[in-house]
C-alpha cells in the first residue's frame, strides 16, 4: 500500500469517529437558516453541505485544510493534493511515493484515443475531455469491487485508487485534447520521473526555452484545484458520486459544469472579452476605453467574464497570484497590461450596478493572458486546464465523503405553491 494511502487508512476511522461523536451530542443544533430569497436564489449562503478539503471565506478566499493560498502557489499539484487528502503537506519521501504511485498508472488506454479519434473535429475541448474520462469508466475499481460485493469500510480505498488512476492519465488526456482539436500533430510522450505539470506542459508540446510555460502550468494546476463544496462542479460531482456512482461518473459530471459560462467557462469568455477591447480600440484600450466598453457589456445584458463571485468579496487571491505571475514574467506583454488596465477599471464600473455584490476579479480573470503570451492562444482548450487541476479538487473530495460514510444527497424542494404557503403570499 502506498505511503499516502496507508496514512488515510490510520487516519479516517478517528475522523469518521470524532463527526460521529459530534453528531451523537449537537446532531439536534441548527446551523443554518433558509429565506425565500434563499430558496429562490441558488440557495446562497445556506450552510448544509459539509467539505473538508477546503474552505472560501469571503474576505480571504480559498484555504486548503487550514493553509490560505498565498503559502501554497509554489507547491506542486502533487503536494496540494496530498495535503487535500490528509491535511498536511507531504515530507520529501512522501511527495516521492505519491508521484511513483501516479506514474505507474500513467499509460492511457488505447481505445481512449480511438474514441477520442472518432468524435467531431470541431467538438468542444471540454466535450472531448470529459467523454475520455467517461470511457474510462469500465477501468473503475470501484465499480468492480462494489459488484462483488466490497464491504463499505473499503468504499474510500476504492475511490482512492479509481482517484489516482484517473489523476495519473488526465496530463496525457489534456494534452492530447490539445493537439488532435487544433492540429498540433501526433500525441507526445512525456520524460519519466519528472513532476506531473512538467509532464503535462511537456506533452502539449509547446515552446518553453526557458521553463516559463512550466512554471506557469504548475501554478495553474495547483490554484485551480479546489473551492469548497457549494460551486457547481463540486457540487454537482459531490451529488452523484454520492448514489455510490464512481469517480468517473462523478467526475465528468462535475467537470461537465465547469464548462459552463458561469464557471470555468468564463476564463475562455474573459480572454476573449480582453482580446474583443484591443480589436475594437486598435490595440491596448485606455482605462476609459475599457470604461465605456464594460458598461456596453452591462447595457446589452451580459456579464463581464472573470468579474463577480458567488462567495468572494475580495479580489481572488488566485487571481493576485496570476497577477503576480504575469508582473514578474511579461510585464511588457499588451494582453497581461489589458488585463492590469481591466482590472484597474472594471471593478469601478460593477460597484455601481446596485445588484452586483462582487465587483472584483476571480481566478479567470487573468489566467488567460498569461496562457496566451506562452502561445497558448486558443482559448476553448482553457477550461481544460482548469479541469485537469479541479479533479484533484473533486476527487479528493469524493474519498473523505467515502471515507466518513455520509449518505446520498437528498436536499428537499417544493413547488411555488407551497413556498406561498409557508410565507402567506
Ligand atoms: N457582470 C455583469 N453582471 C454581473 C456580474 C458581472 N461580472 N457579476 C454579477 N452580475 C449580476 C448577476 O448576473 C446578477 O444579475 P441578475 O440578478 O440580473 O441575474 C446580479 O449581478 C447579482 O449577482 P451576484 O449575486 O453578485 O452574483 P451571483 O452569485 O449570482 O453570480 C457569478 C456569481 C460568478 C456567476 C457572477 O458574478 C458572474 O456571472 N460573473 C461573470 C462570470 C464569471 O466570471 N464566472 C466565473 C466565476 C468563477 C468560477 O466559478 O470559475
Known sequence: MSMLKSKLAEIFPKQKAEIAAMLKEFGEKEVSKVTLAQAYGGMRGVK????????????????????????????????????????????????ADLQAEIQAQEEVPQYVWDVLNAMPADSHPMAMFNTAILVMQRESVFARRYSEGMKKDEYWGATYDDLISIVAKLPAIGAAVYRKRFNKGERLSSAKNIDWSQKYAQMLGLEDPNGELTKLMQLYLNLHSDHEGGNVSAYSAATVSSALSDLYYALTAGLNGLAGPLHGLANQ???????????????????????????????????VPGYGHAVLRITDPRFDAFLAFGKKYMGEDPVFLTV??????????????????????NVDAGSGALLYHYGLTEFSYYTVLFSISRAL??????????????????PKSLPTAAYKKIVGA
Open 393 to 410: 479538487g473533486i476527487g479528493a473530495q469524493a474519498v473523505v465523503a467515502r471515507a466518513m460514510g455520509y449518505p446520498i444527497t437528498r
Open 48 to 95: 448544509g453541505l459539509v467539505c473538508d478539503t477546503s474552505e472560501v471565506p469571503p474576505d480571504k478566499g480559498l484555504i486548503i485544510r487550514g493553509i490560505e493560498l498565498v503559502h501554497l502557489t509554489e507547491k506542486l499539484p502533487e503536494e496540494i493534493l496530498y495535503l487535500l487528502l490528509t491535511g498536511e503537506l507531504p515530507n520529501e519521501a512522501e511527495l
Open 340 to 361: 492590469q488596465r481591466v482590472f484597474e477599471t472594471v471593478p469601478g464600473v460593477l460597484s455601481q450596478v446596485q445588484k452586483i455584490k462582487d465587483p472584483w476579479p
Open 269 to 303: 469568455e474573459c480572454l476573449g472579452w480582453v482580446l474583443e477591447t484591443r480589436d475594437k480600440f486598435g490595440g491596448a484600450p485606455t482605462h476609459e476605453q475599457l470604461k465605456q466598453f464594460a458598461e456596453e457589456t452591462l447595457a446589452s445584458g451580459k456579464v
